[in-house]
């Protein structure tokens, strides 16, 4: 099993930063991918980037290319996501996922934290 703990949330304006970190515990040798998903209410949940564990190959959907950077500390188990020129559509409960495989679907990944709550306010 591997436990995943998402930090870093919170409630800032459009235009400004905020950095997501997800440490994960337990079995982490297993562990091929990571990436953060994102959950706006009334809506499902949406793959936002992904990184290999080992190489770190990158991935993002296109409406946050130029302003998220996912990255990660192999010696911390921590992937982050560097959250840059925020909109207020970018408000949602923000998931860290991690896999054997990698991804962009939900069936993807095996393990899932509890979210942190993302606002931005206009």
């Known amino acids: 099993q591997v436990q995943l703990v998402e930090s870093g949330g919170g409630l800032v304006q459009a235009g400004g930063s905020l950095r997501l970190s997800c440490v994960a515990s337990g079995r982490t040798f297993s562990i091929y991918a990571m990436s953060w998903f994102r959950q706006a209410p009334g809506k499902e949940r949406e793959f936002v980037a992904s990184?290999?564990?080992?190489?770190?190959?990158?991935y993002y959907t296109n409406s946050v290319k130029g302003r998220f950077t996912i990255s990660r500390d192999n010696a911390k188990n921590t992937v982050y996501l560097q959250m840059n020129s925020l909109k207020p559509e970018d408000t949602a409960v923000y998931y860290c996922?991690?896999?054997?495989?990698?991804?962009?679907?939900?069936?993807?990944?095996?393990?899932w934290g509890q979210g942190t709550q993302v606002t931005v306010s206009s």
């Open positions: 996922a991690a896999g054997r495989r990698t991804g962009v679907r939900i069936t993807d990944y095996d393990y």
């Open positions: 990184i290999t564990w080992s190489a770190g190959g990158t």
